[in-house]
């Protein structure tokens, strides 16, 4: 049997849910991440029946402190090797820095920083072992800004960043490569969850689930360093260079605190 495994945390939506079909129908073997049991029941049984593969998950709270640890235990124990890791899961949250309790910031850094290095720290080893190995980080077109009524959110994802393109070089002598994924706004449930007041707004430019995740997906397989979906956004990454701090900051406080 097949033991090597794609392992995608935060499966059972969004864009690790797209991601997710899109390694099923390569034939990848998946191992899933996410604290919904029964939706990772319902994947299991429909995606293995359709797509002639091995489906294992684990349903767990990634922004608990040792929830990391626990899935690189269920690894070892079920003698799994993971070919590729996607560090998917992540969370956000509007607002004034002060309007929040410190424990959703907790949460947030726990989620979107620690669960993902820790991850990556686990299986990172035994990529290099054998000499292969692709990983694909969640960051996001926050990562190049200054994050006003965001600022915590902001700061997670251009800690993404930076660690991702740090590995990318670390590693590319291990034939491992290491992808940061910068979407923009995207249709899931981010907004919502994120108690935007500019939800409205936000859905209407958003681009869908299953757009990022091709795209993400196709960068990864390349070995793409960074990614940016879409025209509109690589096109303001871009600009974003050339823009004083100061500028950007006002800017982003206007769109945050719409």
Not at 84 to 91: W, Y
Request: charged residues 20%; hydrophobic residues 45%.
């Amino acid at each position: 049997m097949n033991k090597e495994y794609v392992l995608i945390t935060g499966a059972t939506s969004g864009i690790g849910y797209e991601l997710m079909l899109l390694f099923a129908k390569s034939k990848n073997n998946l191992l899933l991440v996410s604290r919904n049991k029964e939706k990772l029941k319902d994947i299991k049984l429909n995606i293995e029946k359709k797509y002639k593969i091995n489906v294992e998950y684990i349903a767990i709270d990634l922004s608990l402190y040792d929830s990391a640890e626990k899935v690189f235990s269920f690894i070892t124990s079920k003698k799994l090797k993971i070919s590729i890791l996607v560090n998917n899961s992540g969370f956000g949250w509007g607002g004034e820095f002060n309007s929040s309790s410190i424990d959703r910031y907790q949460d947030m850094i726990n989620l979107n920083i620690l669960s993902l290095t820790k991850l990556t720290y686990f299986i990172l080893p035994d990529m290099k072992k054998r000499k292969r190995g692709k990983i694909l980080n969640l960051a996001s077109v926050a990562a190049f800004l200054p994050g006003p009524y965001m600022s915590v959110y902001f700061a997670t994802k251009a800690y993404v960043l930076s660690f991702s393109e740090a590995l990318f070089f670390e590693n590319i002598k291990y034939n491992i490569t290491v992808t940061a994924l910068c979407p923009g706004s995207t249709k899931t449930n981010f907004a919502s969850v994120a108690h935007l007041k500019n939800q409205k707004s936000f859905d209407s430019s958003a681009m869908s689930a299953k757009q990022v995740a091709l795209i993400g997906y196709n960068g990864l397989m390349k070995g793409k360093r960074v990614v940016v979906t879409g025209i509109l956004n690589r096109l303001s990454v871009f600009i974003i260079k050339f823009v004083p701090h100061n500028i950007l900051g006002k800017i982003i406080t206007r769109i945050n605190n719409y």
